[in-house]
């Protein structure tokens, strides 16, 4: 193994590259009907392997990604990590639909155990994704799967899979110089609990190299892969492509006065943030790779005059908007379409509407029951149990936001969004915790104009901390 190849331990025996060679692109490489030839795209793995980048991430979804990495381990041996990830459609899933989606990627990887199962999500207003974690976790537990990851979670409802109990040791999000999302809350809240970030758009499809450097902006009909389009969506939202340039001659110096390439600085920049266990840089296989110049990463660290530079630079970008993962929940949608339509069809409702007497229409929670009459939407009082468990556990602030989540799910299947609410109140059991979930509520609010009240309550159930009722005026039509 090349030594020179700085290495992470995600959890107790199980270590990785600190550069992961991405798979995301044999999707790409395989559009229009295009089949690649297995056997070649397997042996083109074989030189990263050699170099010491022994970690590959891939995905359901990746095209052959699956069945090729399956097809190099097995001619070469268990020498390789394989981190793969399960994104199932929105909507209801069994748990035999569970076990089977990790059976077959279990066969595309010829391979009895998964060595780390990231999962997604699309909308935590819909709480069939934690019937997703709890059934994983028992894969987990019978032994098809070694670690449990996330992908694209945010630092809110990280928090509340922390603190529910789900054992997770990674969340793969977007961090890059024009994305520092994941420097906000994120950061803190994995130093806390020992989870790793594994950092994808680190060179931002390839603009964050000399390529790109004083070159006109590209229309997107220009660019020809997906990364690229998605990426130049990035840099729009980031100020456009003059303030873009004006990063890429700083990193250019910052590169030059260090010997390295504009490449090798953005990634170290990511590589030296406190939380990061590694960065995931996409291959072609069989068309091209940089491992030498990625090599060249481990060569050198970023003194402080290079930190303080980009830093300068950086503050003169615009935030991309939101918290790690709401590109792919919310606009601004930064995808290479630039919507949701080649992830996902559509969003079945969380909670199935009935009719009763009166011109109600009413939707279960759970304990919660919303009730829509008109355009008036009321939410009786809603706790955070979910069948027979309280998601959030010990923690008030995450189980306040599960229950924003329900209540949201309940909106929505109501024909509401969580802006119509336009009253809520909040019952907390322990006094102690008013300042926290008055936090939590600013945060989750924030730019809804609602009336709020918090109280001390005593709540039915002792594990209960915080329940909410809401009235809601919806603003648009039914669906």
């Not at 010491?52 to 990590?81: C, V, W």
């Not at 355009?375 to 998601?391: C, E």
Request: net charge negative; aromatic share 8%.
């Amino acid at each position: 193994m090349n030594e020179l190849v700085e290495r992470c331990e995600l959890a107790p025996g199980f270590t990785i590259s600190r550069i992961l060679t991405g798979l995301w692109q044999i999707a790409d490489m395989e559009r229009d009907g295009h089949s690649l030839d297995l056997k070649a795209a397997a042996d083109a793995m074989a030189p990263y392997v050699e170099a010491g980048f022994t970690t590959f991430d891939m995905a359901d979804h990746y095209g052959s990604a699956e069945k090729i990495a399956g097809l190099f381990q097995k001619e070469n041996g268990p020498r390789i990590q394989l981190l793969t990830k399960w994104v199932p459609t929105p909507g209801p899933v069994t748990r035999e639909e569970i076990r089977s989606a990790v059976q077959r990627s279990l066969d595309r990887m010829q391979a009895t155990r998964l060595d780390l199962l990231q999962f997604h999500t699309w909308n935590y207003a819909d709480p069939v994704w934690w019937d997703c974690l709890y059934w994983l976790q028992e894969l987990k537990q019978e032994g098809l799967i070694c670690q449990l990851g996330l992908t694209n979670v945010d630092t809110t409802h990280l928090r509340i899979v922390i603190n529910s109990g789900i054992e997770v040791v990674s969340n793969q999000v977007c961090f890059s110089l024009l994305d520092q999302r994941a420097k906000k809350g994120m950061t803190e809240l994995c130093l806390q609990n020992g989870i790793k970030l594994l950092a994808f758009g680190t060179v931002a499809g390839g603009f964050l190299t000399e390529h790109w450097l004083g070159k006109p902006e590209p229309s997107l009909d220009e660019l020809v892969t997906w990364s690229q389009m998605k990426y130049k969506r990035f840099i729009d939202a980031a100020g456009g492509w003059m303030v873009f340039q004006e990063l890429l001659h700083k990193v250019d110096q910052i590169a030059q006065r260090l010997g390295a390439s504009m490449a090798n600085v953005a990634c170290r920049y990511i590589l030296e943030e406190p939380a990061v266990g590694g960065i995931i840089i996409g291959a072609r296989l069989g068309q091209s790779d940089h491992i030498q110049n990625n090599l060249r990463v481990f060569q050198f660290s970023l003194d402080e005059l290079s930190r303080s530079k980009i830093g300068d630079m950086l503050a003169r970008l615009k935030p991309i908007p939101g918290d790690c993962g709401d590109e792919y929940r919310r606009p601004p949608f930064l995808t290479a379409s630039g919507d949701l339509s080649h992830h996902v069809e559509s969003f079945p409702l969380p909670y199935e509407p009935q009719s009763s007497e009166g011109g109600h229409t009413v939707v279960l929670s759970g304990k919660g029951r919303a009730v829509r009459r008109e355009n008036h939407i009321s939410i009786s009082a809603t706790d955070a149990t979910y069948g027979d468990r309280v998601i959030g556990g010990k923690d008030p602030v995450a189980q306040y936001h599960f229950v924003v989540d329900k209540i949201e799910g309940a909106l929505f299947s109501l024909g509401g969004r969580l802006e119509d609410i336009v009253c809520t109140t909040v019952n907390i059991r322990d006094a102690a915790d008013t300042g926290a979930v008055a936090g939590a509520h600013e945060e989750r609010f924030r730019g809804i104009r609602t009336a709020h009240t918090l109280t001390q309550a005593k709540l039915e159930g002792e594990a209960c901390l915080v329940e909410i009722q809401a009235e809601a005026v919806v603003k648009k039509p039914d669906r």
